[in-house]
């Protein structure tokens, strides 16, 4: 059980919830991160007294030493200040919930540090999948999935020491705000729209990759290097109430589920006490009050998102780090109004047409593809 923990990303939604745990469990906090919130992140520096907090910039670093002066709490910023958290002495644990590319780095300086990582940060796989999992090996840490969906089948998982009987990965999926729509009708929809998730409290880019199922797909990517299960035996269900969150199939086509209300400090919980359970603050499922529980198959042609993640994986090399890049890039342009909602998928897709794809042997080849597939994003929008 984790007894000291640096997080990553303390003011987003994963973050916030994640201090709320750690007060109820009594788990010392070591760092706090935040990009830009410099309020909230000013108070939780007062109320967990960290050792070290960092801002996204120097200005807000600046800014937030002379807040939280008559305290004992160093202030840093920037990927150095992250790192910088990722590696703090004491921590045992560092929970990663930035958003983006820019968890990657820090995540491998937490692994080379030896600290377990509990991870809230999709892209630091997509991305590096094949050196995060060598480095987490090498260096005898272990990961523990956030996600709800990854938790879930890792929860499934611990009734499997045999892999052998591991048939295959079920991730659910909500199917987001435009569950049904057709690719004409998803051409018109707003940024407001594509907002506005029927299920879950979430930052605005994991949002409207919830909306477009980008983060199914990168979810899809990031089971591969989770559990070590081929692309072709993950499979993908719509399920639209999110009280199912993921299943796992026997080679007996035994199908075990797990279920709880959609709510993450469950995940989070898990992933800082394993293996032991302990009551949390979440309200208990009630299956009486439930009318129904449903299930669909994905539809892969309208959201081509989706399409395109598997595609990335199946191809290798730096295609995921592309789909993933492009991605973000192309989520940045929509949140601006610069592009419509099927550009994203349109983008990502000729990403990986456009851009060369290489075998990854360092962390270079991966920052790399992801400036080239941002840049061929920016590219193609400034051209039209």
């Not at 035994?254 to 469950?266: E, F, L, N, T, W």
């Not at 198959?297 to 780090?321: H, M, N, Q, S, W």
């Given at each position: 059980?984790?007894?000291?923990?640096?997080?990553?990303?303390?003011?987003?939604?994963?973050?916030?919830?994640?201090?709320?745990?750690?007060?109820?469990?009594?788990?010392?906090?070591?760092?706090?991160?935040?990009?830009?919130?410099?309020?909230?992140?000013?108070?939780?520096?007062?109320?967990?007294?960290?050792?070290?907090?960092?801002?996204?910039?120097?200005?807000?670093?600046?800014?937030?030493?002379?807040?939280?002066?008559?305290?004992?709490?160093?202030?840093?910023?920037?990927?150095?200040?992250?790192?910088?958290?990722?590696a703090i002495d004491g921590a045992d644990t560092v929970l990663t919930a930035v958003v983006g590319m820019i968890g990657l780095k820090p995540t491998l300086t937490a692994i080379s540090a030896k600290k377990n990582i509990a991870l809230a940060n999709k892209e630091t796989l997509v991305a590096g999948g094949s050196l995060v999992m060598k480095s987490a090996e090498e260096n005898g840490v272990k990961i523990y999935p956030v996600d709800s969906e990854h938790s879930a089948i890792f929860q499934c998982l611990q009734g499997c020491p045999d892999r052998k009987a591991l048939k295959r990965l079920i991730l659910t999926a909500s199917g987001g705000p435009f569950f049904g729509r057709s690719s004409e009708e998803l051409k018109n929809v707003t940024v407001e729209q594509a907002l506005k998730h029927p299920n879950w409290s979430m930052g605005a880019k994991i949002t409207i990759d919830s909306a477009s199922m980008m983060n199914k797909g990168l979810e899809i990517i990031e089971a591969k290097w989770l559990f070590d299960v081929p692309v072709d035996r993950i499979d993908v269900v719509v399920h639209r109430e999110s009280i199912v969150h993921s299943m796992i199939e026997y080679t007996d086509?035994?199908?075990?589920?797990?279920?709880?209300?959609?709510?993450?400090?469950?995940?989070?919980?898990?992933a800082l006490t394993?293996?032991?359970?302990?009551?949390?603050?979440?309200?208990?499922?009630?299956?009486?009050?439930?009318?129904?529980?449903?299930?669909?198959?994905?539809?892969?042609?309208?959201?081509?998102?989706?399409?395109?993640?598997?595609?990335?994986?199946?191809?290798?090399?730096?295609?995921?780090?592309?789909?993933?890049?492009?991605?973000?890039?192309?989520?940045?342009?929509?949140?601006?109004?610069?592009?419509?909602?099927?550009?994203?998928?349109?983008?990502?897709?000729?990403?990986?047409?456009?851009?060369?794809?290489?075998?990854?042997?360092?962390?270079?080849?991966?920052?790399?593809?992801?400036?080239?597939?941002?840049?061929f994003v920016k590219s193609s929008v400034s051209s039209v």
């Open positions: 059980m984790t007894e000291n923990i640096s997080i990553l990303g303390s003011t987003g939604s994963i973050g916030t919830q994640t201090l709320r745990v750690c007060e109820l469990l009594n788990i010392k906090v070591s760092a706090l991160t935040a990009n830009s919130n410099i309020d909230l992140l000013e108070e939780q520096v007062r109320k967990f007294r960290p050792a070290l907090a960092v801002m996204g910039t120097e200005e807000k670093a600046n800014e937030l030493k002379l807040r939280i002066s008559d305290t004992d709490t160093k202030v840093s910023f920037g990927l150095d200040g992250l790192c910088e958290a990722a086509n035994s199908v075990i589920a797990q279920m709880g209300v959609p709510d993450m400090k469950i995940p989070i919980q898990y394993y293996p032991e359970r302990i009551e949390c603050d979440v309200p208990q499922l009630d299956l009486t009050k439930l009318s129904s529980l449903t299930f669909f198959e994905p539809d892969y042609d309208t959201f081509k998102c989706l399409r395109a993640c598997r595609k990335a994986i199946e191809t290798g090399k730096t295609a995921p780090v592309l789909v993933n890049g492009a991605n973000e890039e192309a989520v940045r342009l929509f949140l601006d109004r610069k592009i419509s909602f099927t550009d994203i998928g349109d983008l990502i897709f000729e990403s990986m047409s456009a851009v060369p794809l290489k075998e990854i042997t360092s962390l270079q080849d991966i920052l790399d593809a992801d400036i080239a597939a941002r840049n």
